[in-house]
């Protein structure tokens, strides 16, 4: 296994579950199972004693290594130099699993998929810029940006929304863009974090070849987990584009005046993405457009930025609902971080967090009282 | 055993109970050099009405329970010696109560250091706890329970000095409450005016009960804080240090470190010498007065103050401090442990003597640490190997160094603090037999089933 | 092995003996220093040998070209006369020792040396030092050993400089742009006085800087800051580029304010005095120095010594003073945001 030389190497000293003050513990899995397997050093143990044939491979450890929602939360808080790669471990023991072909059925009927309709949805392609037909938003033609919308903002209620918002706020405000529709392919993210390195070289093959032969060399994404792979899995697979997210294209915007706003008064928060902020490190541009908008109050939760506490949705999550049910699934806390800042909108920017959310509402009764509204949904309002 | 997991996850919910391979295998060891003992589950309670149900379940099927904080003592007490129940605290997390003027806190028995520490710093910003080097995860209550020790305890004594109030889940299954609390709505004391009865279970690493609640003392917390390390060439000049140390009752706490890596440590002692202050003025003060107190090992040339770096300071006033687990890495290998007898200070000479001998001889990587419990009236010294768990050799090895430390620490009249199960019996067979013969008439009055975490302090 | 080269003679006929004379922390006539001079020549038992608190300066109040400080550091030495606690020795014994962990740039003919000093890691940046950055070395391997002198040990001197002017020499270097006193200075002072052979030249950061200033002159914003310069003692080994703090702060447009204790009358850091001596000395020492800052309304107190800077910083800032190191100020003055150390 990749990384097997480090995995002895945890103490389980429990700093990676918390957050830096130490007023919360910050790791979902933990929060929603409570067992200390559940936690980054609880993985790291067991994973050592799965090589060295101490414990089998078993439903409950299939359901540990996958429920790590991959959000990087111990990679910012453990203390040992080898912190850089502790996602790294366990989406490695994923793919050591999905090699021995033994894997939770949720997490083989994602990937089988993807390999068979190119989307989780098991939709056709031809439906993945339905969402784009009554915008400005045209097909990709040698524009400056090509807007990557990704297959939760292709076929999820929420994230069609949310590609409506951010594609018409870009195209109206005079950014060349345009989107790939039909020949757009998944952007394997969520592929290679559950373990299926095979697949995921494929897709970024298929998707870095599209885009050279279209000329591609700018990328606005909507979801962060594309950002996250195109910056940091497809250089070293020879594809270098400039990838934007499309909140620091908002940011600029706003700032170049190219986006005047008027004011909308609203009390609201903000959910940091994990592939944002804390695997990319950008936790300025969206607060940056919140701050833009007269009349707007931006409460932060006490888990913010690096100590965001993760929607429960990454690593693949999102599809394979391993952390989801039950009231310490970490969408509902996470809402319930949200409800307690007094805001009335909690805002996104994410396409998964944004369903996760929505979802987590409902479950908490909390519909009259919170709403989920992406950053670029929130700025359409301010117009 | 089904029935058991049927009954106990009527009890606390099916989720929180599991007999599954992962979390026996977890659950049957610690980050230490014990060896491991599965148990045959592991439930995840959140109230004491859960717990006194486990227990009665656990006294009428006659199977072990363990309590468990974060696992971290490294001395295995959590370990499951004869399997049973593993009953993780840590879903009690609640802070019950702070009292700032009578400076208490009630926490539940999962409260974490770390927690209470964030909860204070950000609700009470003039209270304080005495915070130990243990990771965050650490429990309050299993902290005190071990008798462990902290930033305040060169100050206030022991960690369990500093308890308040009690409540027990007995192994009958009852409720129990020590100190103040068991006649009065106030926690402000463990005993007196009454008979002491906190003793029947701080130190018993539940063999006599389980501590469901605990009431710790508070202090007052200045408003900052300096550190100073003072260095000598010899341990022979530690006593007298630290004697003039604490002669000021200016300092917060006192540390003591000597370690052959990096570089700037090798081969000198260090006093670690912490204090605070309301105002600029204050610290000056205290500074001062703790320079002037070593003046004649200044003069002498025997010892002089280093100049702290700004990162290193930043290390040191870190509370905890997350440096203290980074020794685990020093060979690249995930553990450390130490044997960490309780002793006079007197004796730190030849302690950190065998220390050096014992590393040479056993090829080990090695951290002498003492932190000064009262003024001066004992310490901790910490025999502390760092070893690799992938290198099975150098685990023998370090087993054996510790034996030899704890051994020889015995020899010297110090007292084991959390000591392993092996540690025990070496206490046993040299404690006075009427001690041993009180141990024992406790233990069985309390524990007549034998269940509460047997294999710790049993007489034979 | 390698001898001081001390003149007697120049000793004999000096008629000012400023060495001892203006020094700060002794009181001696004129007569009397020369008779302790010579004493100390000779070998014999002399009361500065127990009273130098070894602040360099009568480096650089000799100005015959003798090394008094250098010689008395010998004769200590050779007595066994301990200047700080042993613990301390040994420790800055043990951090200078080489242990095969020197960073390289990209090496080239012309290279700046960080010494042992790792904050130049992170300022040593930005067009002030893009002509060569990032060729330079930083490591036990290129650091001095100078400030053994504080310890009156140069016989760890002797051992070591020679393997560090070989690892200059190994890297075919012409000119080394040293970025810290003592390391300047090692290689223009303490190695001739003891007969060392220089493979290279030697260029001070002052000098660098001026030059580099004046070649950005258009890209200058005169910073208008009143600072109060602290000179660390390693200047007086090198006191001939004293002169570039004024020169270089004219050029940043700065007012260099007038303090009692400047120039030949700088005070010390107190560093050194606190690990030697314990409070009083290095609080009577630190206090005079900030008051007179503070006094003569500096704003900012400029740093060329880290070690200064780690003695300083936090308490000038609490006088509202506020401290930066002088590469830090340059860049500053060229419109570029250098990440400062915080107090």
Redesign the interface.
Known sequence: MKYEEIVHRCFRCGYCKFTSDYSDFNCPSYRKFRFDTYAPGGRMWLIRAWLNNEIKNSERFQEIIFSCATCASCVEHCVFPFSDDLVNIIIAAREELVNQGIIPPVVRDYLKSINIHGNPYKEPAKERGAWAHDTPVKSYDGHEYLFYTGCVGSYDEKGKKIAKAVGTLLAKSGVSLGILGSREMCDGNEVRALGEAGLFKLLAEGNISLFKELGVKKIITLDPHAFNTFIRDYPELGGEFEVYHYTQMLASLIESKKIPLNEYKARVTLHDPCYLGRHNGEYEAPRKVLRAIPGLELIEMDQNRENAFCCGGGGGNFFTDILGGGQDSPNRIRVRNAFDTGAGILVVACTQCARMFEDAVISEGLEDSLEVLDVAELVLRAL | MSDIIRLLSEIVGPQFVSNQPEELYFYGRDPGLMSAHKPDCVVLPKTAEEIQEIVRLAVSEKIPVVPMGAGMSLSGLVIPLQGGIVIDMKRMDRIIEVNENARYVIVEGGVSTGLLKAYLDRNHPRLRFSIPDSPATATVVANVMIHGQGRLSQQYGFNSDMVSGLEVVLASGDICKIGSCSLSPDWFSKGAPLPDLSGLFLGWFGATGIITKAAIKLYPKKKMRDVEIF???SEDFIPGIIYELTHTEMVEDINVFAQPLP??F????HVVIYYTGDT?EELEFK??MI??A??R??KN???????V??GMKETLLEMPQRSASTFADVTKGGGFEYSGPIIVIEKYPQCARKLDELAAKYDLKYHATARVIGRGHCMMFAFSFTFNRADSGMLDRTRQALHEAGEYALRAGGVFWKPTVDEQKMAIEKMDPHTLDLMKMIKKNLDPNGIMNPGNWEVA | MFALKFDENLCKSCTTCDCLVKCQYMNFETNDAKVEMLKIFKGDDSSVLQDCVTCYSCEEYCKRGNHPFYLITERRQEKGI?T?????T??WI??G?P?GKYELGEIKEKILSFGFMPQFLQSVQGKLFDDDMPSYVFGQEFFCNVVYIHFADTSIIKQRLPMVIDNFKKLRVKEVVFMHDECYAAFTSLAPAYGMEIPFKSVHYFEYLYERLQELRDEIRPLNYRVAYQRPCSNRLCADTHHFVEDIMKLIGIDLVQRTYEGENALCCG?IF??????ELA?DVQTRNIDDMEENGAEYCIFNCH?CQ??LAAKVA?RGIKPIHIVELCRLAIGEKPDM?VA
């Open positions: 260095i000598t060439d570089m700037i090798k081969d000198n002692q600029d500074r001062k320079f002037h070593l003046d090992f200044i040339k025997d010892g002089g103050f280093m100049s770096a700004s | 301990l700080a606690p042993r613990a301390i040994r420790q043990n951090i020792e242990r560093s606190r690990a030697m001596y314990g409070y609080n070690g780690n003695a609490k150390e």
